[in-house]
């Protein structure tokens, strides 16, 4: 039955899932006068990806959405990100597979969601809230006038007009597509298929009881957990008692797995030892889901001309480290203060903040693209090497400046057409910690495959992840110690200890055993007189055959 009526109101956002949903509540709460309304294509919501939530969203959620006594009460606890690593031929039981995750808790918390109860929980909450939730009601064309007010017509008959537009609408993001703003990210090319399981084999339940206990007061199931392979990785994410979301993730460049439904997800597994030993023999499959290209980015993501892009509209890198909750709350939370900017009249003001938010948002991606890429190697050690360096780089540098909402505006200052500006983001990415740390985990790779292979430590061995205050100081302040001489110093301390993790197991690879004042000085040969890390290895290897006391001298 078509539709022949005309909508008016202030702020249109085509999208009810999580972004959009969360969008239109913050709006709502701050400013509860606003005509909001919130459409989506669906009739009902399934189980998407984004399931695992990073902490800026737990802040998100409970400081800007009131949502913390909601989440805390119905959602799993998180207990931070765990891995593990197979042999070449897949066959190590779980207790015998190479392992990193947390031994301990985090002082600031996320959880673990059931996307499809937490979306029809917000479309509830928000209805209540007096917000207009239109489910089954599809975006058909969008018209932009930022002046005479946006149309956007749907497939049922009706016209909304509205002052700002937000596309929260995910891959189908009609806004970015209208203006052909949507790009690949080409250098990670990726794909995903996925589906919830009942039960399942707990992982607290298998294995040895040494294997079990070494995780101390904290449980396994509570984590998000990676099983990492050459070319791919899996993900098992905790939703309730007895349901789980699993999921696989390829690089195309590397695998090309053939998975069309989930018979041939649940094969795929089970030619994995350890994932067939998660499975076990009473599985229930309960869906089955798919995501083809899905790493993608669109050239701006806020506009002056009132429309704004959040959520995967604007960006998605990769399940991998659930970057998609950190992104949204960024976007959400500067597409509110633009339209305060907006609605305060302070068209300077608003000019320059887009400016900046659009070059903070790439910047953001950029940075947590270093992250993820290089890691689908399925290698203890180079995990090893790169993730506690770039866990420095997520608590002490993205995460307190996404809580304190440092996004490079300065009052008063004019940005121009923004060039300048991300010239300098850009720069900051070439020239930063996290890519420095890219490159000696590449020294480190070359050098191990020459010698033993990149898996030759993926069995017997357990790291634990420990987020210390050290890590941690600038989360716990909320920014407020963050400084450029406290950036340079943490920044320093990530490529530190890159350069000593790669000496350190380059030693172990040859047999030999270093003095720390040795190591010390290599560090300072790589990070300041420009040595590469193999010779300064092959340096440290000539000093350690002298006596002490000439090394240092020398």
């Avoid at 899932?17 to 913050?26: F, K, P, T």
């Avoid at 606003?34 to 399931?51: C, H, L, P, Q, S």
């Avoid at 020459?450 to 634990?464: C, K, P, Q, T, V």
Wanted: with cysteine.
């Amino acid at each position: 039955m078509r539709n022949s009526e005309t909508l008016q109101c202030d702020v249109l956002i085509i999208g009810a899932s999580m972004a959009g949903s969360c969008l239109a509540r913050h709006l709502k709460l701050r400013h509860p006068e606003m005509a909001i309304t919130v459409i989506d294509k669906k009739r009902e919501f399934d189980y998407g990806v984004g399931e695992s939530m990073l902490e800026v969203f737990w802040d998100y959620a409970a400081k800007d959405l009131k949502l913390g006594p909601y989440l805390d009460s119905n959602f799993v606890s998180k207990h931070g990100l765990r891995f593990f690593f197979d042999n070449a031929e897949k066959n190590l039981s779980l207790s015998d597979m190479s392992e990193m995750g947390r031994a301990w808790d985090d002082a600031i918390p996320a959880h673990q969601i059931n996307r499809k109860r937490f979306d029809e929980d917000l479309c509830r909450f928000n209805r209540e809230a007096g917000i207009d939730v239109l489910l089954g009601c599809a975006a058909r064309d969008v018209h932009l006038d930022a002046n005479g007010g946006h149309r956007v017509e749907t497939a049922d008959g009706r016209t909304i007009v509205c002052k700002w537009l937000v596309d929260a609408a995910g891959f189908n993001a009609p806004v970015a597509r209208k203006l052909d703003l949507v790009e690949p990210v080409a250098q990670h090319p990726i794909s995903s298929r996925w589906a919830r399981f009942k039960n399942i084999n707990v992982l607290d339940h298998v294995g040895t009881d040494a294997w079990r206990e070494r995780v101390n007061y904290k449980s396994r199931f509570l984590s998000t957990n990676h099983f990492m392979y050459e070319g791919y990785w899996f993900w098992m994410i905790p939703l309730e008692e007895d349901v789980y979301s699993i999921g696989v993730v390829w690089n195309h460049d590397k695998a090309d797995p053939e998975i069309r439904n989930g018979d041939e997800l649940v094969a795929f597994m089970k030619q994995h030892r350890a994932l067939a030993e998660v499975l076990g023999e009473n599985f229930e499959l309960l869906d089955f889901h798919g995501l083809k290209n899905m790493s993608r980015i669109s050239r701006q993501f806020y506009s002056t001309e009132r429309w704004f892009l959040t959520g995967m509209s604007a960006a998605f890198l990769d399940p991998l480290f659930s970057s998609g909750s950190a992104f949204l709350t960024e976007a959400n939370r500067m597409i509110v203060d633009l339209i305060e900017t907006d609605m305060a009249g302070d068209r300077d003001a608003l000019r320059n903040k887009a400016v900046c938010y659009n070059a903070h948002s790439r910047w953001w991606l950029d940075n947590f693209l270093l992250h993820i890429t290089g890691n689908y190697h399925g290698s203890y050690d180079l995990l090893r090497q790169l993730f506690e360096p770039l866990l420095m780089d997520y608590f002490g540098l993205i995460l307190p400046f996404a809580m304190m909402r440092e996004w490079g505006y300065e009052p008063g200052k004019d940005y121009g057409d923004g060039s300048e500006l991300r010239t300098m983001k850009q720069m900051m990415i070439e020239h930063g910690a996290a890519t420095r740390v890219h490159h000696i985990t590449d020294e480190l790779a070359d050098f191990l495959r020459e010698r033993e292979g990149l898996l030759s430590n993926n069995a017997g061995h357990f790291f634990d992840l420990k987020i210390t205050r050290g890590y941690n100081r600038h989360s716990l302040s909320r920014g407020r110690t963050l400084n450029p001489q406290a950036i340079a110093e943490l920044q320093r301390d990530m490529l530190e200890l890159s350069v000593n993790l790669a000496l350190q197991r380059m030693a172990a690879s040859t047999g030999t055993r270093f003095d720390p004042d040795l190591i010390a000085s290599s560090v300072t040969d790589v990070l300041d007189r420009g040595m590469s890390l193999r010779a300064a290895f092959e340096h440290c290897n000539d000093m350690a055959a002298m006596p002490k006391a000439q090394a240092l001298a020398a």
